[in-house]
């Protein structure tokens, strides 16, 4: 048969010849042609009604009637779906050629069957779909789950039965990873001792309740699936991160499939990741010349003491008194260094906890989280200025180097960073113009 040209990403009618012979020589329970155009299927081949073959059907009509008569409800509802002509089309139109089921029969000698759909389009005429109904008993399909997911993808992947409360599990970890025994008739015993031996502790409690077979049945209920991450301690690798997945595998058994991967390659790239992130949101909020935040920085950092209004804070606005003449008599890189000796004042002598910024040439900012009694207060701002004004005498050639520091509370007067740092803006201006080195509240 001379070959005709096809479309990019589709199949002629001659390359899949050597396919169907293979359907054909494995026993097929039965092979559907279907025209997703017309919407009509013929028979090639039914081991079950060899009268049926080189039938035409309506292909949706064939297909409810062939769910009602050997499957389930809910099976039947996912057959119906994903194997009527406009979804065998829209598969093919999105780029898939390929689309398998696995059913369990509700009649007959067959348990389980595999429905596969095959799907193909010549040049110049409209696409078909190759539908093949083929057995899968219960073992045949566990192992090929088995073989194609757990050695591939699976430390371990446990066949649960969470009625009897035992599990029987397949092995993939070649790794040294510490895995459960491969057997046991008690599982909620055994994830107890095997989260208090290998998972870390910080993590140990959380495993052992998302594990619990109470838990697990109550999340698959709701969403269908049980999935949650933890760090296991490995004796040759060290800390791993692993995910942990719970499916049913038959739910009206309680059969359930638990499988857990190695994600800690992810995981310390997300690390990696994060901290990258956080180095340099950290450069944009910082001050290059102080080391102290930035007005951004500072502006972020003061949000969430602020909103707390657990025992209030101070806000104090510190403006260096004289530095034009610093930077005009012994040049910019002594005011540089002026700013550099402030900042560190700053860290050294207020509170732990505090917010600390420079949010201008010669301007700072300090926000003071508990410091709330006149008292306090004054105490602190005098402590600052008189550090402050010992700069006077250090590398600096007697200039004389004070601060102004105006001071406003929170919440009395204020909750944010705007509403405080106006109010103390002003109060320096007046400590500034009231003679200096001083402070005003």
Known sequence: MKQRPNHTGSMTIDNIQGELFNVLNHAYVSIARVDLARRDGVILQSREKPETI?????????????????????????????FSSAHLLHTFESGQHTLSRDVRLTTGKLRWISISAFLVQEEGHPPYAYVMVRDADEQHLLRNVVDRYVYSNCDYFIYLD????????????????????????D?????????????????????????????????????GMHAFYCGILDPVRGYTRKRLEYRYYDQPSGMILLSRSDVTAIYREQQEHQSALKAALLRAQSDPLTGLLNYQGT?????????????????????????????????????????????????????????????GGDEFVALLPGLTSVEAVTEQAQR???????????????????????????????????????????RAYKAKFGGKNGYAL
């Open 54 to 82: 080189a039938r035409v059907y309506g292909w949706d009509t064939l297909l409810r009637h062939c769910c009602a008569a050997y499957l389930g409800e809910s099976d039947s509802k996912m057959v119906l779906h994903s």
């Open 162 to 185: 969470a009625k009897n409360n035992s599990y029987t599990m397949f092995s993939g970890s070649s790794d040294g990873t510490p895995l459960p025994p491969a057997q046991c008739n």
């Open 187 to 223: 599982y909620a015993t055994e994830l107890v001792k095997y989260a208090e031996a290998f998972v870390v502790p910080e993590d140990r409690q959380m495993v052992i309740r998302e594990m619990r077979i109470e838990r697990v049945l109550e999340q698959l209920g709701a969403h």
């Open 299 to 359: 502006l972020e950092h003061s949000a969430d003491p602020l909103a707390r209004h657990d025992g209030g804070a101070a806000f104090f606005f510190i403006d260096l008194d004289n530095f034009k003449v610093v930077n005009d008599t012994l040049g910019h890189s002594a005011g540089d260094e002026l700013l550099r000796r402030v900042a560190d004042i700053l860290r050294r002598e207020t509170c732990p906890g505090a917010v600390v910024g420079r949010v």
């Open 384 to 426: 600052l200025c008189d550090a402050i004004a010992r700069l006077t005498d250090r590398d600096f050639s007697g200039l004389p180097i004070s601060c102004s520091i105006g001071i406003a509370l929170a919440p009395e007067e204020g909750t944010d960073y705007a509403s405080l740092a106006y109010k103390a803006d002003m």
